[in-house]
């Protein structure tokens, strides 16, 4: 059975950087389609960055280009989002995600993932 753990989430003051990384378990990251997406107090869940499976196509969303970069470990099977310049607006509980189907694109649609994480908590202070 798949499974997703995210981790590297804390407390950073705007314009500090963070490293999430998601740990796979029963899927290779470098051959499925993933993404990490976030979801803030009151908020509905938001794509923030995408990466195809075998091709590495990756996209983002407009509010993090720039600023967010999106790979995968293939030795250690996990999914990385390095965050750089933070702001307190990117404070939300953030989301590693996996598709069941072999995909060669990206995607942005949260309803088209399978498998997700119990999330990581990034906050942001101004």
């Known amino acids: 059975q798949v499974q997703l753990v995210e981790s590297g989430g804390g407390l950073v003051q705007a314009g500090g950087s963070l490293r999430l990384s998601c740990a796979a378990s029963?899927?290779?990251?470098?051959?499925?389609?993933m993404g990490w997406f976030r979801q803030a107090p009151g908020k509905e869940r938001e794509f923030v960055a995408a990466i195809s499976g075998i091709t590495g196509i990756t996209v983002y969303a407009d509010s993090v280009k720039g600023r967010f970069a999106i790979s995968r470990d293939n030795a250690k099977n996990t999914l990385n989002l390095q965050m750089n310049s933070l702001k307190p607006e990117d404070t939300a509980v953030y989301y590693c995600?996996?598709?069941?189907?072999?995909?060669?694109?990206?995607?942005?649609?949260?309803?088209?993932?399978?498998?997700w994480g119990q999330g990581t908590q990034v906050t942001v202070s101004s």
């Open positions: 995600a996996a598709r069941n189907q072999v995909v060669v694109r990206p995607t942005t649609n949260l309803r088209e993932y399978n498998y």
């Open positions: 029963g899927r290779t990251v470098s051959t499925s389609a």
